[in-house]
């Protein structure tokens, strides 16, 4: 499984179709914000040169340049469905969570590619609704790239009840090829890793309220338990207002 069409918006857009392209994947970039990802993804890639020892010539410019116009080949940019070049064998709709959007975005998908399968990423809405949808469609699958998704180690993925073994067999051959682990997850709202870190922040908040240590405090514990530099600011930030609320009304 080598070309695949990223259908959506935004920075998962942009981080999905990043980890497709470093791992030797074609990718077709679909979005309303397609120049603004372009930009983005470029950017990403001339930082990642000049901060790593991957590549055989991370200190010159010129083949620094050389290697990201090569990654920026493997990518089109368009603002419709229907001009994504070649063929597809898998379309990611990443669109955020608004469920009318992402089920016209899976529609208009299957139009354009009747025989692709379409792997569904969302991060705080079950996946019943698409599949009730969808139920005659043995290649819609719901995929969910843990965050940071361009660093994804994790992929959660859901199966309808009609979703084909098949199709199940092909996610699972994605996941090896791209060094990420494929986790079957029960289908609700954040499925495994959101619904986790939605339940640590909460907790988190609470001991501040509770323990009367300053959030600056609390970082410091935090960073010291668990050896990272993230703040708890900054996990709340990564996850999103809107994500933790529809995950806090499962």
Do not use: W
Request: charged share 25%; proline share 2%; with cysteine.
């Amino acid at each position: 499984m080598n070309r695949f069409v990223v259908y959506g918006n935004g920075c998962a857009a942009q981080s999905l179709t990043q980890l497709l392209c470093e791992k030797g994947k074609f990718v077709s970039v679909v979005s309303p914000s397609h120049k603004e990802i372009q930009k983005a993804i470029r950017a990403n890639f001339e930082a990642k040169l000049e901060n790593t020892t991957e590549f055989l010539f991370p200190d010159d410019l010129k083949y620094e340049i050389i290697a990201v116009d090569k990654l920026m080949k493997k990518i089109t940019f368009n603002d419709k469905l229907t001009s994504a070049k070649g063929q597809c064998e898998m379309v990611f709709e990443i669109f955020d969570d608004e469920l009318s959007n992402k089920m016209s975005a899976i529609r208009e998908a299957r139009e354009v590619f009747p025989n692709s399968i379409i792997a569904s990423h969302t991060e705080s809405l079950a996946y019943r609704s698409i599949f009730e949808k969808f139920s005659h469609d043995p290649k819609v699958v719901g995929a969910h790239f843990v965050r940071p998704i361009e660093n994804s180690r994790i992929i959660e993925v859901v199966q309808g009840k009609n979703t084909s073994r098949e199709t199940m067999t092909s996610l699972l051959d994605l996941a090896k090829s791209l060094n990420v682990q494929m986790i079957q997850c029960n289908d609700q709202k954040g499925l495994i890793a959101n619904r986790l870190i939605a339940q640590f922040l909460r907790e988190s908040q609470d001991l501040i309220n509770t323990q009367g240590c300053s959030p600056q405090d609390f970082d410091a514990i935090f960073q010291s338990v668990f050896g990272t530099t993230s703040t708890l600011q900054q996990m709340q930030k990564g996850l999103g207002q809107d994500v933790l609320k529809n995950i806090a009304t499962s």
